[in-house]
């Protein structure tokens, strides 16, 4: 098989594992991928908003810190957590942007 799902630790959620590149792919190969994908895909939402309570608890211990190291550290890991946020609002794209790029061809 020419493509997997593998699990993204950083992002906690499966993201695809390509061989070769998109248009190489047969249609019927491209629409299988699509189809396992939004299974994955789906989980997106909800790993979002798991990430977004845990930058509330985080940004809530921040306002009560009284210590500037712990201050600091916690101010890196919100920072982690937003890019992970923003990681995955870019993989959540990528079908849209593929089926939206084929309607126009």
């Known amino acids: 098989m020419a493509f997997q799902f593998k ?11 390509l061989e070769r590149d998109w248009d190489d792919y047969s249609l019927a190969e491209q629409a299988q991928i699509l189809k396992q994908w ?3 895909r789906s ?29 600091c550290r916690l101010n890196d890991e919100i920072a982690e957590l937003a ?9 959540f ?3 849209e942007e593929t089926q939206t ?3 126009h061809q």
Do not use: M, T, V
Not at 7 to 17: M, S
Not at 83 to 91: A, E, F, R, V
């Open 7 to 17: 699990l993204n630790e950083r992002l906690g959620i499966h993201i695809p594992i």
């Open 43 to 71: 989980d997106i939402p909800g790993r979002i908003k798991e990430l977004e309570r845990l930058i509330e608890r985080k940004q809530e211990a921040l306002n009560e810190e009284a210590d500037f190291e712990c201050s």
């Open 38 to 40: 939004e299974h994955y």
């Open 93 to 95: 794209r990528i079908q």
């Open 83 to 91: 890019s992970i946020i923003n990681d995955l609002n870019i993989w």
């Open 101 to 103: 790029e084929k309607a």
